[in-house]
């Protein structure tokens, strides 16, 4: 019977019980120090439902989260350290199998080895005043500006698309031929500005 399965009673009908995970000491035990290998607190555990960490966002909460999801056990390191996988996604558990053999020697350095290995990853989202404060360079080209534009964009979190539009429009110098195309007729969206500033970039490289 696969994990998350109704157990069914002898004659067929369903019943539903609390799934139970078997710890995966053996599997896991190689990461971890001899004393988390060795601890055996008990033979079944109730699994909990966790938010998965896909690679990216607040480490703290995070463990925040798996430790209150883990709350009956939250005092007990082996368990803690064996289940830490189970709140992973697929990158970060990539990332957990590669740990050095009897690299773990309890939860709290786990914890630190987690937010060490995906700090750079943690990073919170751009706020808008960041695309406001967003200008072409007189040395720059045009479509190195638009590239830095997008890329600062793509870090806002459901951003008016109005508003880049505007932004970006502002962000070029007065005199530019595009600010002033722009300015006639701007896009209602950022595909159609990303569009029209393509094209504006063939003509000039055309002439």
């Known amino acids: 019977m696969t994990c998350g399965a109704s157990l069914m009673d002898e004659r067929g009908r369903g019943n539903p019980k ?3 995970r078997k710890l995966f000491t053996k599997k896991l035990a190689p990461l971890f120090s001899q004393a988390i290998d060795s601890a055996d607190p008990q033979k079944t555990f109730i699994s909990s439902k966790f938010n998965l960490y896909v690679g990216k966002g607040n480490l703290t909460s995070h463990i ?3 430790t209150q999801a883990m709350t009956l056990w939250s005092n007990n390191g082996p368990i803690m350290c064996q289940m830490f996988s189970s709140s992973f996604n697929e990158m970060p558990l990539r990332w957990f199998y590669k740990l050095e053999t009897r690299s773990i020697n309890d ?10 290995s995906f700090i750079t990853n943690s990073q919170l989202p751009k706020e808008v005043d960041v695309l406001l404060t967003t200008k072409k360079d007189i040395m720059e ?5 638009n590239k830095r534009y997008w890329a600062a964009y793509n870090e806002i979190d459901n951003c008016n698309e109005k508003l880049a539009v505007t932004s970006f429009k ?3 110098q007065p005199t530019s031929k595009l600010r002033q195309s722009l300015t006639k007729k701007q896009p209602t969206d950022v595909s159609s500005l990303m569009r029209k500033m393509e094209q504006h970039c063939k003509i000039k490289d055309n002439l």
Request: hydrophobic residues 40%.
């Open 107 to 116: 939860w709290k350095q786990l914890q630190q080895v987690f937010i060490s």
């Open 170 to 172: 502002l962000g070029l």
């Open 141 to 145: 080209s045009l479509r190195e500006y």
């Open 64 to 66: 925040q989260h798996y």
């Open 18 to 20: 609390p799934v139970r």
